[in-house]
């Protein structure tokens, strides 16, 4: 029995669809959000270690992909990326699990300016000392996941919000790909122990990411910037009092501002034969003229 914490995801969903063959469970905080998984579903929340026992019943490996950093809330990332994962490990290992695949992120490292990436690397750090097997993805940034939050923006306001000048090449890698290497890994005893990351094909601003998308709905190039100078005021001076705030401000200029390509794809050379889905190829399939 394989478990997927975060099976209702953007990735979760996906990785559920491409492990049909193996009986898979899913946690979730809501039996309603999994209604469209085919798995056995478990209410459980991994900030409340007595919710989980039932979760990890017979599972030999456990996949991670939860999160608890909805771009806002730098107490969400710790309560659920690092004490939540912390609690899915504990309870993985008193269940007889073997395996454990964790969801990070590119750029996880102790040092990093992202709340985010900072505490990933951290929950690294918990998997690895967990005596579990332990897989670490990296993945890019979710194409899926940019198109929905441009998408809701363009069918409510007709026009895009962009943090800064939007012109940072960002490498998006499709969540399928992610999905398929997750799903290969369950089956790939030489992946047990691994840190890999992976990207997609393409490095795109969001600035013509958002062109692209107005264009699929047949509106002119709205883009409306909020400057990074406002973005550092924003990131200073609400820091004290609105954390979460403070905390989008500054993933926004280190979206804008850092270098987010990705160095070395080091899953497609250890996995040759990984989808590699374009861009253009998510956009027409999801937006068809
Ligand atoms: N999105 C990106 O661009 C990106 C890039 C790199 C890495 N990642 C990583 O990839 C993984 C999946 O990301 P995603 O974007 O697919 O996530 P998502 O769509 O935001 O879904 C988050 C998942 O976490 C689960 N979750 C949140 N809090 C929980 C809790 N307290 N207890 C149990 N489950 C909880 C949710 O389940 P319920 O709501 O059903 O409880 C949901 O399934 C995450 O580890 C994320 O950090 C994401």
């Known amino acids: 029995m394989i478990l997927v914490a975060g099976g209702t995801g953007t990735?979760?969903?996906?990785?559920?669809?491409?492990?049909?063959?193996?009986?898979?469970?899913?946690?979730?905080?809501?039996?309603?959000?999994?209604?469209?998984?085919?798995?056995e579903i478990v209410v459980g929340?991994?900030?409340?270690p007595a919710t989980l026992p039932p979760a990890l019943h017979g599972v030999t490996t456990v996949i991670s992909a939860v999160q608890g950093f909805a771009g806002t809330d730098p107490g969400g990332a710790i309560a659920v990326d690092l004490?939540?994962?912390?609690?899915?490990?504990?309870?993985a290992v008193t269940a007889g699990a073997q395996r454990f695949i964790l969801i990070s992120a590119v750029g996880a490292a102790p040092d990093s300016v992202l709340d985010l990436r900072r505490v990933k690397h951290q929950a690294e750090q918990a998997a690895l000392r967990?005596?579990?097997e332990t897989l670490v993805i990296r993945p890019t940034v979710y194409l899926e996941t940019w198109l929905g939050i441009l998408s809701s923006m363009i069918e409510t306001k007709r026009a895009v919000t962009l943090f800064?000048?939007?012109?940072?090449?960002?490498?998006?890698?499709?969540?399928?790909?992610?999905?398929?290497?997750?799903?290969?890994?369950?089956?790939?005893?030489?992946?047990?122990?691994?840190?890999?990351?992976?990207?997609?094909?393409?490095?795109?601003?969001?600035?013509?990411?958002?062109?692209?998308?107005?264009a699929r709905h047949g509106l002119p190039e709205k883009i409306n910037h909020v400057p990074l100078p406002?973005?550092?005021?924003?990131?200073?001076?609400?820091?004290?009092?609105?954390?979460?705030?403070?905390?989008?401000?500054?993933?926004g200029i280190t979206m804008d501002v850092t270098d987010m390509t990705l160095a070395e794809?080091?899953?497609?050379?250890?996995?040759p034969g990984l989808p590699l889905t374009s861009v253009a190829d998510v956009v027409a399939q999801r937006y068809p003229r």
């Open 45 to 48: 929340d991994v900030r409340e």
């Open 164 to 214: 800064g000048r939007g012109a940072n090449p960002i490498n998006f890698v499709s969540a399928d790909d992610v999905a398929a290497l997750v799903d290969h890994a369950t089956r790939a005893p030489e992946l047990a122990v691994a840190t890999l990351e992976i990207g997609g094909p393409d490095n795109v601003t969001l600035q013509e990411l958002a062109c692209t998308l107005l």
């Open 265 to 271: 794809d080091t899953a497609r050379a250890r996995v």
């Open 230 to 251: 406002v973005l550092r005021a924003v990131a200073t001076l609400t820091r004290p009092f609105k954390p979460s705030v403070a905390a989008l401000a500054r993933f």
């Open 130 to 132: 967990s005596g579990l």
């Open 83 to 91: 004490r939540g994962n912390s609690n899915l490990l504990r309870a």
């Open 11 to 39: 990735l979760g969903t996906r990785v559920v669809r491409a492990l049909s063959d193996v009986p898979v469970r899913v946690l979730t905080r809501s039996s309603d959000r999994a209604s469209h998984l085919s798995a």
